[in-house]
């Protein structure tokens, strides 16, 4: 433990240590605010052609109108397919003729076109939150059907059927839903996902996706003695076992320290409320740390040029950012994503939730990925420094 001691305090005399421990914290911050503000100004354009004109259409608009992230736009067949064609909206949702005359006999099929083109991104969720108001109409149109036949089985008059039917939509389709609506939307921008979400929830922030992406490129920048120092391990005056000791003493110091910026990172996110304060999110920034240090210390055992190494450290950190949807949700850019998000190391930080319940096995393989990443690195530099 003396090289691992040594280490710690000679990494810490440098003053590149205060890049590496404020850099991720401080440069998340700034990004996260800018990210953050520009989600908050963030509406969804969205086209509705009423063809039918009737109540329950207006209906279903109207409460459409009242989510805060869209901006709905009622115009013609012909102008909304201009707009989507110019690209001035996301997606367009057109009403069919005789769309009330269908919800009463409780048919939901068809009754609803969606147009989009190759640029639209958020159809699916406000697809999600139009399907949501229909499916609260017609819940309510065949409680208000089985009132009626009660009513007709006791020999009611057709005006007090009437009454009684509207009595009943009334109350299962306002009463019954207020003061919150069936479904509302929240468009996240930095956290992956397509699931409209509850409106009392907080916004979901891209701040712990950007931590992610930051400490890699440090994990690259602070792994870089393996390449620095390659020429001294020919040199060392020690046996062949001595060897392994430093290598892995010396990395479990980056990590070490590395892990410190981690704790301070979630102390400083959890006391602005930027995070919830859960442990098992400490514990899996912890898990994603390792992996990253492991990824740096392999790619420094292939790559002996240090200004390769930095340059790809970078691409590679990017890469992954992107395609974990640490940046932005690509999964709702390209659908083939949805299932592959999982499997990077950012979704340790993006869905820690989830990562133990629904996805063990991918967690499972990332710390696998992770152990065999440190292993090959030091098993590498022992075979090339025999060589």
Same mark, same amino acid.
């Given at each position: ?267 400083? $996110?959890?006391? +602005?409320? =930027?995070?919830?304060?859960?442990? &098992? @999110? ?6 994603? %740390?390792?992996? /990253? ?67 063990? $096995?991918?967690? +499972?393989? =990332?710390?696998?990925?992770?152990? &065999? @990443? ?6 590498? %530099?022992?075979? /090339?420094?025999?060589?």
């Amino acid at each position: 433990m003396r090289i691992f001691f040594a280490k710690c305090k000679q990494m810490i005399k440098k003053p590149s240590i205060l890049l590496f421990f404020l850099a991720p914290a401080v440069i998340t911050m700034l990004f996260g605010t800018l990210l953050e503000s520009q989600q908050e100004d963030l509406v969804i354009p969205i086209a509705i052609v009423d063809e039918d004109g009737s109540s329950l259409s207006s209906s279903i608009i109207n409460r459409v109108k009242e989510q805060k992230r869209l901006a709905i736009i009622e115009t013609t067949i012909e102008e909304a397919d201009k707009m989507l064609e110019r690209k001035e909206i996301d997606s367009v949702f057109v009403f069919k003729k005789n769309f009330q005359q269908q919800l009463l006999k409780e048919k939901r099929e068809e009754i609803i076109e969606m147009k989009i083109a190759p640029s639209s991104i958020a159809y699916t969720i406000v697809r999600e939150v139009i399907a949501s108001e229909v499916t609260r109409i017609t819940s309510s149109i065949k409680a208000a059907n089985q009132v009626g036949q009660i009513y007709k089985q006791f020999g009611m008059e057709r005006q007090e059927i009437k009454e009684a039917w509207n009595e009943a939509f009334a109350y299962s389709s306002i009463e019954q839903w207020e003061p919150q609506p069936l479904m509302t939307i929240d468009y996240m921008t930095g956290a992956s996902s397509s699931q409209p979400v509850a409106e009392d929830e907080a916004i979901a922030k891209p701040y712990i996706g950007l931590w992610g992406f930051f400490t890699l490129i440090i994990c690259f920048l602070q792994s870089d003695w393996m390449i620095k120092e390659n020429m001294l391990f020919k040199r060392m005056k020690t046996t062949y076992q001595g060897l392994p000791s430093y290598l892995l003493q010396t990395s479990a110091a980056v990590f070490f320290l590395q892990a410190v910026q981690a704790c301070g990172s979630f102390f400083l $996110f959890t006391r +602005l409320h =930027i995070v919830e304060g859960e442990s &098992l @999110l400490l514990f899996m920034m912890v898990l994603y %740390l390792f992996f /990253s240090i492991g990824l740096a210390i392999f790619s420094a055992s292939v790559i002996h040029h240090i200004g390769s190494y930095y340059v790809f450290g970078v691409l590679i950190s990017l890469i992954m950012a992107v395609f974990s949807g640490s940046l932005f949700p690509i999964n709702e850019i390209v659908r083939d994503f949805q299932a592959w998000v999982s499997i990077f190391p950012q979704a340790l930080l993006l869905k820690p939730n989830m990562m133990i319940s629904e996805e063990i $096995f991918k967690l +499972l393989l =990332i710390i696998a990925m992770a152990i &065999l @990443l440190w292993g090959s690195s030091i098993w590498r %530099l022992l075979k /090339s420094d025999n060589n």
